[in-house]
């Protein structure tokens, strides 16, 4: 389907926004001649996923400005780190997805921007963490804490985020908040262990796969759009909508991610394309190859993962049999079944203005590149 042109079919494929079954438009992978230019007026995706944060533009500056403000610091260089890591840019989707869910419950109170806040700290002490772990140089197309300040530094700046989140929490009086980040983050650290213990293993179980994306990525979004709906006081139904909905986001929005890593370059993506493999992160692309590939390639692709990961040819290779086979096309189709799974969660929630924009962002969602 994508043949040596993924993000020209993936932008076709953003045509087909508001359709309830995914319409990819399929190209030759062997064709002798390439396929043309994007022609005048398709949609950009970067410029979809802007717009669709317009609602909540000026909540997301506002949190902008207060977020060192939330912060202690006691020395210079810890202000240059924080200063670093959290002028990084990224279109703070957690807490827009936070705004967006107070806003169908009509919630803007004194816990609005500090739990908003809370969102973005808990994902960005993650990604501290992460990247001190995967030995990272490149995030949002910048160099990252620890290539800049060490990895002692990555670390604590990340344990200071993480605490800064939790008095933010407890300032709130719910513990029912804290208890549903604290699941969350519990989550999260679970789900990083079992994705160590899961590296450049070529049987790496769908089933487990799946299991990470949703420790590491699908529960922090359930609990940020939950958060609006604790805060917001709002009955249980109505709690448990907004987490399956936002759940359901996360498990899409990574699913995305892992496709991109084999459809683009790193300017496309923010952070270096083809990590995955190197970094011996078995994604969804590589695990569906198992359902289409002879006894033979099999193999090889075995041997790649296990011994050869680290050779920039060998994890071409992977990448062309990924183009051959589609693989990115259906991990993309069960990216749209999992967004499709959080319209329905979503749809239990009174039809507004509101309910729509936080469908059209998650929508949106699908078709970011950076």
């Known amino acids: 389907m994508f043949g040596a042109h993924p993000l020209h079919v993936l932008r076709l494929w953003a045509l087909e926004l508001g359709d309830d079954t995914l319409q990819v438009q399929t190209k030759n992978p062997h064709a002798s001649k390439p396929l043309p230019e994007l022609p005048f007026g398709l949609p950009d995706p970067a410029l979809m996923l802007k717009q669709a944060l317009e609602p909540v533009e000026s909540d997301l500056h506002e949190l902008n400005h207060r977020f060192l403000g939330y912060i202690p610091t006691e020395t210079e260089r810890c202000r240059q780190i924080l200063d670093h890591v959290m002028n990084a840019g990224g279109k703070r989707i957690r807490p827009a997805l936070f705004f967006m869910s107070c806003r169908i419950l009509g919630y803007r109170g004194d816990h609005y921007f500090p739990v908003g806040a ?15 772990i995967d030995h990272s140089t490149l995030r949002r197309s910048r ?3 620890n290539s800049l300040y060490g990895d002692t530094s990555g670390v604590l700046i990340g344990d200071l985020i993480y605490a800064t989140a939790s008095a933010m929490m407890a300032a709130t009086g719910s513990t029912e908040l804290g208890g549903a980040f604290a699941y969350a983050i519990q989550h999260m650290s ?6 160590l213990e899961s590296l450049y293993n070529p049987h790496l179980p769908e089933s487990v796969y799946f299991r990470i994306l ?3 990525t699908a529960m922090l979004i359930g609990a940020c759009c939950q958060a609006s709906a604790i805060i917001a ?6 709690k448990q909508a907004l987490h399956r909905f936002g759940h359901d986001v996360g498990m899409a929005f990574q699913l995305i991610d892992d496709a991109l890593d084999y459809a683009s370059d790193s300017e496309q ?4 394309a083809l990590a995955d493999l190197p970094e011996g992160k078995v994604t969804l692309p590589v695990i569906l190859l198992r359902q289409k590939l002879p006894s033979s390639q099999l193999y090889e692709v075995e041997e790649i993962i296990s011994k050869h990961a680290s050779d920039p040819t060998a994890v071409k290779r992977i990448q062309t049999l990924v183009m051959e086979h589609d ?3 259906m991990t993309l189709a069960k990216a749209q079944s999992f967004t499709q799974s959080a319209m329905e969660s979503l749809y239990q929630l009174p039809a507004t203005p509101a309910r729509d924009m936080l469908e059209n962002l998650a929508q949106k969602l699908l078709f970011r590149f950076h």
Do not use: M, N, R
Request: include cysteine.
């Open 190 to 195: 679970s789900g990083e262990l079992l994705q």
């Open 327 to 329: 693989t990115i096309g």
């Open 269 to 272: 993506l923010g952070k270096s």
């Open 214 to 216: 949703k420790c590491k």
């Open 233 to 238: 006081k709002a009955p249980d139904p109505i």
């Open 118 to 132: 809370v969102t973005e700290f808990v994902h960005t002490a993650s990604l501290l963490h992460d990247d001190v």
């Open 143 to 145: 160099p990252t804490a």
